[in-house]
């Protein structure tokens, strides 16, 4: 019984996607071989061409499947979280923190900038930014934050800085003394948006 089409398609994409994410999380981009990656997902060079353009768009699906993993992840740790603030807080943490795994280190935090550029700019980076936006517009509505901010502004420059975060713990010699580093000094970044309490009268 044949597959209908559709089916086979995916499973195709599919099964390129896993050998070129396992090659490039273990001797990266550069160095992997789109021959050696198609054969061991018994397909052709031919069959990603189609599929996915070239390499690069190939690493552009692999950083889309990531992507989406490390968003449900961070999603399950915030939701943990006894206040929106906190919640907000572990959300950016928690993104950073995983540029200490290796698969991600190389793939979403090296060769993925170096490829395909500013991670700013990736398709992902609106849902993020937007997630970021209404984050803050309800904690600014709770008085929690600075009434005086603009939300979208300050989710940009939050994600800029999280994205230079993460980068800056994967290019380290040592990411785990640099994540505890960057990790404090974002937190601190972040406690500048509080509103202060009101000073107490003499």
């Known amino acids: ?19 070129a994410r ?12 789109m021959d050696d990656f198609t054969a061991s997902a018994g397909l052709t060079r031919g069959a990603l061409y189609h599929h996915f353009g070239d390499k690069k768009g ?21 939701s943990r979280a006894p206040t929106r603030w906190q919640y907000f807080v572990d959300e ?3 993104y950073i923190e995983m540029a ?12 993925g900038p170096a490829m395909l550029g500013d991670p700013a700019q990736w398709p992902n980076a609106n849902a993020c930014i937007a997630s970021m936006t209404g984050h803050l517009t309800a904690l600014q509505e709770e008085g929690v934050v600075v009434s005086s901010l603009d939300p979208e502004t300050a989710s940009r420059l939050i994600n800029g800085a999280s994205s230079q975060a993460a980068q800056r713990i994967a290019n380290s010699n040592d990411p785990e003394a640099t994540s ?6 974002f937190k601190q970044l972040l ?5 202060k309490p009101d000073p107490q009268p003499n």
């Not at 396992?22 to 071989?33: L, Q």
């Not at 200490?100 to 060769?111: A, G, K, S, T, V």
């Not at 406690?191 to 509103?195: A, S």
């Open 58 to 78: 190939l690493l552009q699906a692999v950083i889309a499947e990531i992507d989406g993993e490390m968003a449900a992840r961070v999603t399950e740790v915030a």
């Open 100 to 111: 200490l795994e290796p698969e991600i280190q190389r793939i979403m935090f090296r060769d």
């Open 191 to 195: 406690e500048g948006l509080l509103k």
């Open 180 to 185: 505890r580093k960057v990790v404090t000094a």
């Open 22 to 33: 396992h090659a490039f999380g273990t001797i990266g981009y550069a160095e992997a071989s």
């Open 92 to 94: 950016c943490t928690t």
């Open 1 to 19: 019984m044949h597959k209908p089409r559709k089916e086979m398609i995916a499973e195709t994409r599919g099964k390129l996607i896993a050998a």
